[in-house]
C-alpha cells in the first residue's frame, strides 16, 4: 500500500528520560506570523507506516474528529481530531500564527503513552510550512516548538526559524520505546525541504 495525501487544505541514540512514570505528553508549536504551520506525528512499527491512522496531521481526512466520532473530515478542519486508537489528539489546523492570545499553543499535539498500538515503537514529531517550498522557517516570526511532559516538564525547546531557517520542514524530537519495554525521549532534531508526500514516503 502506498501512502499518499493531496496536499490542498480545507540518527543519534535515544537519550535522556526514561519516561515510564509519565503518560502523557504535549507537543506546542507556536509562531506570529501569516504563515501557516502544521504539526504532525507518526506513529511508526519497525520504523515504517503501516496506515493511514498511523499519520497524525493537518493533511490526513481520514481521521477521527474528537466532537463527534466521525472518522471521515475534512482536510484542514480547524476542530480537534485524534487517532482512532486516540494515543494522539491534535488540537486542530490553525491556518496563520496570528492568535490574539500569544501564550497559548497555535497547534498543539497531545499523546497517550497507555493508548500506543502494540508494536509501535516510535513518534516523530513534525513542523511543515503550508504550502511547501513557498517559503522558508526564516520568514516565520517567533516560531518555536516544546514538547514537554503533562506535568509541565520541559524535553525540549526548539527555536526554528534561527536553527533551520533554510528548511520548509522539519523533525523536532521523536518518543522511542526500546527493546526493554522503556519510552525514551531522543531530541535530535533534523531540516528537510519538500512537501509532505515526500516525508511520508520515507517512512513506507
Known amino acids: 500500500m502506498t501512502i499518499q495525501f493531496q496536499l490542498s487544505k480545507e540518527a543519534s541514540a535515544p537519550i535522556t528520560f526514561n519516561l515510564n512514570k509519565v503518560q502523557e505528553y504535549i507537543v506546542e508549536l507556536y509562531w506570529q506570523s501569516a504563515h501557516d504551520l502544521d504539526v504532525h506525528a507518526f506513529l511508526l512499527t519497525n520504523d515504517v507506516i503501516t496506515g493511514y491512522d498511523d499519520i497524525v496531521s493537518t493533511y490526513n481526512p481520514t481521521l477521527v474528529l474528537q466532537s463527534d466520532g466521525v472518522t ?16 494522539v489528539l491534535h488540537n486542530g489546523d490553525a491556518k496563520t500564527g496570528l492568535n490574539p492570545n500569544e501564550a497559548l499553543p497555535d497547534e498543539q499535539l497531545k499523546i497517550n503513552l497507555s493508548s500506543i498500538k502494540a508494536g509501535q515503537t516510535s513518534i516523530p514529531f513534525f513542523v511543515s510550512i503550508h504550502p511547501p517550498a513557498n517559503s522558508k522557517f526564516k520568514e516565520v516570526a517567533d516560531l518555536r516548538l516544546v514538547i514537554k511532559q503533562c506535568d509541565g516538564t520541559k524535553l525540549l525547546e526548539a527555536h526554528l526559524g534561527r536553527d533551520f531557517d533554510q528548511y520548509d520542514m522539519v523533525q523536532v524530537g521523536m518518543l522511542v520505546k526500546n527493546t526493554s519495554g522503556d519510552w525514551l525521549f531522543d531530541p535530535k532534531a533534523v531540516g528537510l525541504n519538500g512537501d509532505f508526500n515526500t516525508l511520508v514516503g520515507a517512512f513506507q
Not at 471521515?72 to 494515543?87: E, T
Open 72 to 87: 471521515k473530515r475534512i482536510a484542514g478542519d480547524k476542530r480537534p481530531f485524534q487517532n482512532v486508537q486516540g494515543s
